[in-house]
């Protein structure tokens, strides 16, 4: 599902990060929940998302 949004939306680049393998990622922006997407712009968190999205809105929220 995320990979065929990445696929579609060219302005933005999409990262997976497995929080076991990077506990420190994940405490740094605050993961509580699984799934959790965050969108950051410049470094810093402009909007986040919890729980399952299906793909068109994904799209949206990505595109925003």
Known sequence: MVSNVAEQ???VDF??????????????????????????KNGKEVKRSVGFMP??????????
């Open 9 to 11: 939306v060219d302005s």
């Open 55 to 64: 793909e068109e809105p994904l799209k949206e929220f990505a595109e925003s």
């Open 15 to 40: 990262y997976k990060v497995v929080v076991s393998d990077a506990p420190e990622l994940a405490e740094q922006f605050g993961i509580m929940s699984i799934p959790t997407l965050v969108l950051v």
